[in-house]
């Protein structure tokens, strides 16, 4: 039995240079036998005297981590700059959760730490707006999870804030990093921030890996949003090729990851966007009686990567085509959308 907490907040990795999304990768690998399958429907939040109580573990061999969902950050080009930033916003975004639990000397980041210590100080706060813990809290909290949950979509583009950024004061702030996308990245996703960019999955389940000392890692959410439809080629071809780069990441770079949960199970309310972007694997008719549900083709698909452990024969690792615009859906009632933000 496996417990999750999760926590979302946004993240980064580094390692430069261009794109270059499948050259070379073979899609024939397989999942080893113990890799776990899962489809994530919601999030349970578990309380952390769970597992300070020492009742559960030893009496039931549970096993419980924390679900942090985390980008891959590339530099934005080879720069040494750029790679310091990408560098630095994954230690201050994940590492500000993960690097208590999973480093090996704990606490916070010492960048996170300066950085927040030094603007608080330039504030004029009498003390850091970043709290401190005490060495005994230090200790108390490092590896009090047994395997990293990784919630995780996409990948952006860091560099270094010429100027101050974000509001004042405020993380983005204390930190002084932007970040963007490369506008050419495949996507065509109702979810305009989810670029379809699987190497980022594959270097950043390394970083964690090398990072927290090949903690086990279990994917925790992973999947494609679009507007609708049964017929989702799009969704078959993301999860194909972040697959692929799971599969890679297993076999060729020794990442410690034991288990991969796709997001999600059925089509349901997606934060700012309600029930527009859709997620599932499963299509939900939402004006219907019954909320009644029909598989898509990336059910079955996934249904075949389960019991195959491994891709489709036919799966081709250069193809992008799926996200082309022709199979964009537009419903009418998407330009409502930012406009409530600005309202409210
Ligand atoms: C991507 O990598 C492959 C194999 O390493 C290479 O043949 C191809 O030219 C590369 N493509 C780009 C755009 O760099
Ligand atoms: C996997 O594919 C590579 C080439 O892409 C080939 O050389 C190798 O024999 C294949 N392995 C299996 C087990 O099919
Ligand atoms: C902090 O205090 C100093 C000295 O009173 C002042 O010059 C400075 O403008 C203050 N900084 C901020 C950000 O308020
Ligand atoms: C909804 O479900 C009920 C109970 O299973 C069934 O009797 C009814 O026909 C269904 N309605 C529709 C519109 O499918």
Same mark, same amino acid.
Request: with cysteine; glycine share 6%; aromatic share 14%.
């Given at each position: 039995?496996?417990? &999750?907490?999760?926590?979302? &907040? ?41 597992n300070e109580d020492g009742k559960y573990r030893?009496? $039931? ?27 630095? $916003?994954?230690? +201050? ?26 603007k608080s100080r330039h504030q004029n706060y ?5 709290? @401190? ?36 004061? %405020? ?12 506008? @050419?990245?495949?996507?065509? %996703?109702?979810?305009?921030?989810? @670029? ?20 086990? &890692?279990?994917? +925790? ?6 507007? %609708?439809? &049964?017929? !989702?080629?799009?969704?078959? +071809? ?14 060729? !770079?020794? %990442? ?25 694997? $499963? ?12 598989? @898509? ?44 933000? $600005?309202?409210?």
């Amino acid at each position: 039995m496996k417990f &999750i907490s999760f926590v979302f &907040i946004v993240i980064f990795i580094r390692n430069g240079e261009g794109v270059n999304f499948s050259g070379g990768l073979k899609s024939n690998y397989t999942f080893p036998k113990d890799f776990s399958f899962g489809v994530s429907t919601a999030a349970i939040q578990i309380e952390g005297a769970w597992n300070e109580d020492g009742k559960y573990r030893p009496r $039931y061999g549970g096993k419980i981590g924390i679900s942090l969902d985390s980008n891959w950050a590339q530099p934005k080009t080879n720069s040494p700059s750029d790679i310091k930033a990408a560098e630095l $916003y994954l230690r +201050t975004h994940v590492g500000w959760y993960a690097h208590p639990i999973f480093s090996s000397e704990g606490n916070y980041p010492p960048e996170l730490i300066q950085l927040v210590d030094e603007k608080s100080r330039h504030q004029n706060y009498s003390r850091s707006r970043l709290p @401190k813990f005490t060495q005994a809290e230090v200790d108390h909290i490092k590896g009090t999870a047994d395997f990293f949950g990784l919630n995780h979509y996409t990948t952006y583009l860091l560099s270094m804030a010429e100027t101050e950024v974000g509001q004042i004061p %405020s993380h983005e702030n204390d930190v002084g990093i932007v970040r963007v996308q490369n506008p @050419k990245w495949p996507s065509m %996703s109702s979810s305009n921030w989810l @670029k379809v960019v699987p190497f980022g999955f594959r270097r950043l389940l390394a970083w964690i890996t090398r990072t927290y000392n090949n903690i086990p &890692i279990i994917v +925790t959410e992973n999947g494609y949003a679009d507007y %609708s439809g &049964i017929h !989702d080629d799009a969704r078959v +071809t993301y999860y194909c090729h972040y697959l692929n780069a799971l599969l890679h990441a297993i076999h060729e !770079d020794k %990442s410690n990851v034991q288990g991969y949960f796709a997001w999600s199970l059925m089509d349901n309310w997606e934060w700012d966007d309600g029930f527009v972007s859709r997620f599932g694997l $499963y299509l939900v008719d939402f004006n219907s009686q019954n909320k009644t549900r029909t598989a @898509k083709d990336s059910a079955r698909l996934y249904t075949s990567v389960v019991s195959s452990r491994g891709l489709p024969e036919n799966y081709d690792p250069d193809d992008y085509t799926a996200f082309s615009s022709a199979s964009k859906v537009l419903p009418t009632v998407l330009p409502l959308i930012p406009l409530y933000r $600005y309202l409210l």
